[in-house]
């Protein structure tokens, strides 16, 4: 591996060469069963035709123009998110991370023209993953990623889901600008936000002028057998929403989705992004929303994320030294392990099967969401040859 890139990454050993459906191939020739998919984003699988044939079609004619025109592949997706959500106004960006700036930027710029530049808190919670920015950071809280890089930016707290108190109180508090949640988390341990907390922030957010925002880049698009995870709550719809990951199917695509009121304060000027929503990224785009949004494609991801849980679960029986729990929802699957999970993570990837690991000890599967059941199926039996080479292991 050439000494030119910056040391940030541990990188596993296999250099892919090309990718088909949920399988990775190595120069070699070597396959490996992909349940990772870019961390989430290659919802559709490596080289899926329609993909390809939007991106080429569009490279022949037309890549990048700033947002100083009008995009018409903008155009259109705006229309598509907007009509099958709860937002009014779209604001495209490169990735999550930009997303969610521009969220937490919207969230003061709204108190600010309303004539309450007081109310700048913005509260996160406890095993959050926004973003690597330093505004993301900071609204996560996590040590690991704020420690070295100076004192914390001000306006900026994290809170923890089992203490309700302290959510009701820091949501009622004059300064509070903003709540930002994961409806599930992805990094933070799998973990599916119970339906009744959403509900009780949703509604001390209302009482109390704050906006909710939600953090769907990981959760949204179809990951969790619903276009966006919170819609499998009524009446909990967030204020902003930060979507990206899936949206542009491993085309960096990201987008900031809010209702006209949360996005009244945000004025020519206000934000920008020189290559947000250009022409290449809207074709891609605009494609996987018409495969991913599709009902039969939500439906396949809810059938095969059942046959998923339901054989680890099985396998959780069967190996209690290895498996603690099975958590997450659709194909946004957490298992918690006992032994080290990144040590499960290398021992998996020695069976060809590719799996991240998450926080809480746990590894994730985050498959294409049209993986057929026979690879998941072959999935299953992988790691399950996985738990069985970590009980080896353990012993000898």
């Known amino acids: 591996m050439t000494p030119h890139l910056l040391n940030v990454y541990n990188r596993a050993d296999p250099l892919f060469e090309r990718g088909d459906g949920s399988w990775l191939f190595t120069r070699e020739g070597d396959a490996y069963l992909d349940c990772v998919g870019g961390i989430a984003t290659n919802a559709l699988g490596h080289a899926h035709p329609a993909l390809v044939a939007a991106l080429t079609g569009q490279a022949q004619k037309l890549w990048h123009i700033s947002n100083m025109f009008r995009v018409a592949g903008q155009e259109r997706l705006a229309d ?115 339906r009744a907390l959403l509900r009780l922030i949703r509604g001390l957010c209302r009482r109390h002028g704050v906006l909710l925002i939600y953090d769907e880049v990981q959760a949204g698009m179809g990951r969790t057998g619903r276009l966006f995870a919170h819609q499998w709550h009524r009446g909990i719809e967030p204020d902003i929403m930060a979507v990206a990951k899936a949206l542009g199917c491993g085309f960096p695509v990201g987008a900031c989705l809010a209702t006209a009121e949360a996005a009244s304060g945000m004025a020519p000027g206000t934000h920008g992004s020189t290559f947000g929503g250009n022409p290449l990224a809207m074709a891609v785009a605009n494609a996987a929303f018409d495969i991913i949004a599709a009902p039969e494609t939500l439906a396949h991801v809810r059938d095969v994320a059942q046959l998923l849980r339901s054989g680890l679960e099985s396998l959780r029986r069967n190996y209690p030294a290895i498996i603690r729990d099975i ?70």
């Open 80 to 194: 598509a998110l907007t009509a099958a959500s709860f937002a009014d106004r779209v604001f495209f960006a490169n990735s999550g991370t930009e997303a969610i700036e521009c969220a937490l930027k919207m969230a003061r710029r709204y108190h600010f023209v309303r004539g309450a530049p007081e109310r700048t808190m913005i509260y996160g919670f406890a095993g959050a993953f926004h973003g690597r920015s330093y505004a993301a950071i900071n609204a996560a809280g996590n040590p690991a990623y704020v420690e070295g890089f100076g004192d914390r930016l001000p306006g900026y707290a994290t809170l923890d889901l089992g203490d309700v108190k302290a959510i009701a109180s820091a949501i009622a508090a004059s300064t509070t600008a903003a709540v930002i949640i994961e409806p599930v988390q992805g990094e933070g341990g799998a973990r599916d936000v119970p």
């Open 327 to 396: 958590r997450g929802r659709g194909l946004l699957i957490g298992v918690a392990l006992h032994p080290n999970n990144r040590a499960f993570v290398a021992v998996a990837r020695e069976q060809k099967l590719l799996l991240a690991a998450g926080g809480d000890n746990i590894v994730r599967l985050l498959p294409a969401l049209n993986i057929s059941a026979a690879d998941a199926g072959e999935a299953l039996r992988r790691f399950e040859a996985s738990c069985i080479a970590m009980q080896v292991e353990a012993a000898a």
